[in-house]
């Protein structure tokens, strides 16, 4: 039997955590007594708060609609250049019989997610294989498998129906990210519109549409920073069930590790609050117990990670060397992603989270970034200590990150469920503003309405775009020149040829390039994906292709072609004139 001191020590952090709870909200009426008050209530009231109880639900589940269904429009958008690496990952052990990616640039999570779906003919192949096969004490998988026999699996492994069928997971893995973070609003003991907010700030957005339909790492990482975050709310919520969801924390932040390294740092807020939570001046043992609740959370996280990445055990000398790799390559840069540590790398970032991430509009990223802002400074006068809990994983992240010469927008998508969380916070603390007139309140939820909807409405645009699959022609080109006749452009050899084909005669065209403004050029030409600079907005205007990628922050993209519009300054900087 427990003694009496660990009683006391229980009850000491129970109350503890109590205390911990950012969002605590008045405590509610007794079951008798909101029985009694419902039984009052007509029928047209009780009408109305069914309304506002499904009412949330419904909206996240339209949003989650019009994203898988632009997403699913969009699949299909061409070439991406990490998919054929995670493509042979899932293929090589066909071949080799060690059922291992033996690449460990990223976790395993993407090479576990294409194992899983390709069971279904794996299975057979092998069980058909092993009856088939001469039993003999030591035989080379070669052997048993030659590589003739496996060539068919092999072939639809790589084949692009089977990656069209892991962007379709991955799309509908990602979408999850909107319903975790709307549990974790709700967790915290928020309202349902609330909770719809940050699920809309997730689910409008089109750098995480389009981020959403590449296999690649970083949105099953978001997703699984969004579950993390679900389960550290109820955890800051709970006042019996603490331990129980501080556990599922640490599962969750090791899947994010598992997925991309960098999600270990989930890890951290864990072992804080099991140390704040558990561990109280007075309490006799506490420290112990605190000590305990933290062995037993890394624990945890380290067997998870192990379960997804198990090369770091059985294949420790690779995954050494493409830990080394990574880092060299973020030490020293990246093609056009290379920009300069901590300033340069700090004030993209910041241009990227304010006017970038959040909506194709600057205006409306700007205004979700404000809100975010006060979300945080809202929630840090109410509780600081719960709100440094929230913010140490990503301000952490942040520095590490920009500390290194190579810059990827992906990488920051770890970041998103925090802001939407906090940008919900603010939101409903200017909607809860005592206005004089009715119609400020009104008007305020109007724009944010409005906001939401012009994304949804870029989602379907950039998806249409993406279905028409046909090379960028002439036509398109003159085009868009006869719109701005007052610009002077130069245009690049294969773009004159384009042009010349329309026989059209064009006033605002020059070979010279010290008379000309802007530079039109195809982004396939002459493989200028090498020259080309990224991380910085605006630089790169659309003139024709489908809208499946930020150029301006993927200008190495090699998938189906653009014509691209840049300022003749920037074209001489990156030496894109010496290839006319």
């Known amino acids: 039997m427990p003694g009496r001191h660990d009683n006391s020590a229980f009850a000491t952090a129970n109350l503890a955590r109590r205390r911990l709870n950012v969002f605590a909200m008045p405590e509610k009426t007794t079951s008798t007594s909101s029985t009694k008050l419902e039984d009052g209530l007509t029928s047209r009231s009780k009408y109305r708060i069914a309304i506002r109880r499904t009412a949330p639900p419904a909206v996240l589940a339209l949003l989650l609609t019009v994203f898988l269904t632009t997403g699913f429009i969009g699949l299909d958008f061409g070439y991406h250049w990490d998919e ?105 003991k928020r309202s349902g519109w609330e909770a719809v907010f940050a699920s809309a700030v997730i689910l409008t957005s089109w750098e995480i549409a389009y981020h959403a339909r590449w296999v690649a790492p970083d949105t099953i990482q978001m997703q699984f920073t969004a579950l993390w975050l679900m389960f550290f709310a109820l955890a800051l919520h709970s006042s019996t069930r603490a331990s129980l969801w501080l556990r599922l924390s640490a599962v969750a932040a090791g899947l994010a590790c598992g997925t991309k390294y960098q999600g270990g740092i989930l890890l951290v807020p864990v072992i804080t609050y099991s140390l704040l939570g558990f561990s109280t001046p007075t ?21 998870v990670f192990v379960i997804s990445t198990p090369g770091i055990v059985f294949d420790p000398f690779l995954f050494w060397q493409s830990l080394r790799h990574v880092s060299h390559q973020y030490a020293t840069g990246h093609l056009g992603h290379t920009v300069g540590a901590v300033g340069q790398h700090g004030f993209l970032l910041f241009v990227y989270l304010t006017l970038v991430l959040m909506s194709h509009w600057r205006v409306a990223s700007f205004m979700l970034a404000a809100l975010a802002c006060l979300g945080v400074f ?31 927008a992906r990488n920051y998508l770890l970041l998103v469920p925090f802001i939407a969380l906090f940008a919900a916070r603010g939101a409903f603390q200017v909607w809860n503003i005592p206005y004089p007139v009715v119609w400020i309140r009104r008007g305020i939820a109007t724009c944010l309405i409005l906001l939401f909807l012009a994304n949804m409405t870029f989602l379907a645009f950039a998806a249409w775009t993406i279905t028409l699959h046909r090379r960028p022609t002439g036509a398109a080109i003159v085009q868009y020149l006869k719109k701005h006749p007052n610009t002077r452009y130069l245009l690049s050899s294969t773009a004159a040829e384009a042009v010349t084909k329309e026989n059209v005669t064009l006033s605002n065209t020059t070979r010279d ?37 930020n150029f301006d922050y993927y200008a190495d993209w090699q998938g189906s072609e653009k014509v691209l519009d840049v300022s003749i300054d920037r074209a001489r900087e990156m030496h894109l004139l010496a290839s006319r």
């Open 84 to 188: 054929m690496f995670a493509l042979e990952e899932v293929s090589r052990p066909i071949e080799s019989g060690v059922f291992l990616p033996r690449s460990y640039n990223y976790g395993s999570m993407i090479f576990d997610i294409g194992s899983i779906l390709l069971l279904p003919k794996t299975i057979p192949f092998l069980v058909r294989a092993a009856r088939e096969s001469r039993p003999q004490y030591v035989q080379p998988y070669q052997e048993l498998v030659p590589k003739s026999r496996a060539a068919p699996l092999v072939a639809f492994a790589t084949s692009m129906d089977f990656l069209l069928r892991m962007r379709g997971v991955f799309l509908v893995l990602t979408s999850l990210t909107g319903v975790w973070v709307f549990i974790a609003v709700r967790a915290c």
């Open 283 to 303: 309490a006799p043992g506490a420290f112990r117990k605190a000590v305990k609740e933290i062995l037993c959370n890394v624990t945890v996280f380290a067997g």
């Open 378 to 408: 809202i929630l840090w006068k109410e509780r600081p200590t719960i709100t440094m809990l929230l913010l140490c994983a990503p301000v952490i992240y942040i520095l590490v990150m920009i500390c290194h010469r190579v810059m990827f």
């Open 513 to 549: 390039s010290n008379a000309a403004q802007r530079y039109v050029f195809y982004s396939d030409e002459h493989e200028l994906w090498a020259k080309l600079s990224s991380n910085l907005p605006g630089q790169y205007q659309r003139v024709s292709g489908p809208l499946n990628v």
